[in-house]
């Protein structure tokens, strides 16, 4: 066995060890085939208000301007799919990733514990962990590391777990054994399309991130328009919509990570208790929350709209 596979070996056995579900390796260069679909989502304003995505154009595409010398982008997934939603079948609606402590925090201890172990066990390497918070196309890395492939709703889907998973990187100037990509599986199935409440999905593999609820519930910062009225399916905060309905989902397990799990009180809330939370029951619920991102200003703005 060659070094290179010794310490690819080792990288995902211990990225197993500290609860991912998967581990991919890609080599760290531009992303020729992602330049210009994202030029041409991005020419066509489908960012909507979300300008940091036209931000570090370059960086968004090429590894190295990231991290000097980079040789590897490490690809890593993490379960989120909780074992119990919100028992009021009326009440507003969270999106699932947004139920339990924030998953910023929860990542980039893992990827510090791994860029740690990798640096004790291999020697100098260095590097730079993400998740979900510099420019880097997270999906597409991990679909060139054959951890799944791209859906028609734009999100990564793997046949084992469905999508219900956080994706996040270590780039590193380590040469490493790399992964191919695997087959697209979602045939003819159009699922995700003809159930998008805001049809923000424009074409196959092309969301319109202007008309997503995830942008209006989150990202928006000024009023919804009141030409989305009633087409929000009770989501106050992100949608699982096209998550829900994929069939490959049939094959989500619950996660196994204790701070993914919500506080009980969110999953008891009543449409009553929602529309009618205060600022300090927000915080008590929402405490170390990804929720704490659309502020209780936001979150009431959100409630308001649904009714």
């Not at 290179?4 to 890609?26: D, M, N, P, W």
């Not at 009326?90 to 514990?113: N, R």
């Not at 919509?241 to 999953?267: G, I």
Request: hydrophobic share 35%; charged share 25%; aromatic share 12%.
């Amino acid at each position: 066995m060659n070094f290179k596979s010794q310490y690819t070996e080792l990288i995902k056995t211990e990225a197993k060890r500290l609860g991912f579900l998967s581990c991919g390796v890609s080599k760290a260069a531009f992303l020729e085939e992602e330049a210009p679909r994202l030029e041409k989502w991005l020419n066509q304003n489908m960012n909507g208000q979300m300008y940091y995505m036209e931000n570090h154009f370059d960086k968004r595409l090429d590894p190295t301007k990231l991290v000097d010398d980079s040789k590897s982008v490490i690809s890593l997934l993490l379960n989120y799919f909780p074992s119990e939603i919100q028992k009021d079948p009326d009440a507003p609606k969270i999106s699932k990733y947004a139920y339990g402590t924030d998953y910023h925090f929860v990542i980039k201890d893992k990827l510090k514990h791994l860029l740690h172990f990798i640096q004790e066990e291999i020697g100098e390497v260095h590097g730079r962990a993400f998740v979900d918070s510099a420019p880097v196309l997270d999906k597409a890395w991990a679909a060139k590391s054959g951890l799944g492939w791209i859906g028609k709703n734009s999100n990564l889907l793997t046949q084992k777990v469905g999508s219900f998973y956080f994706i996040a990187e270590l780039i590193i100037d380590l040469d490493l054994e790399y992964d191919t990509p695997v087959t697209d599986h979602c045939g003819t199935c159009t699922a995700c399309i003809d159930a998008c409440p805001t049809q923000a999905i424009v074409e196959p593999y092309v969301v319109d991130g202007s008309k997503c609820i995830s942008y209006f519930t989150i990202e928006l910062k000024e009023e919804i328009p009141s030409s989305y009225r009633g087409k929000f399916d009770d989501w106050m905060f992100g949608c699982d919509v096209c998550q829900d309905v994929c069939p490959w989902n049939r094959f989500s397990k619950s996660h196994n990570e204790p701070l993914f799990d919500p506080k009980p009180e969110l999953l008891e809330m009543s449409k009553k208790d929602w529309e009618e939370i205060t600022q300090e029951v927000f915080s008590k619920v929402f405490q170390k929350s990804a929720v704490k991102r659309t502020k209780f200003s936001g979150l009431s703005r959100n409630i308001k709209f649904l009714k």
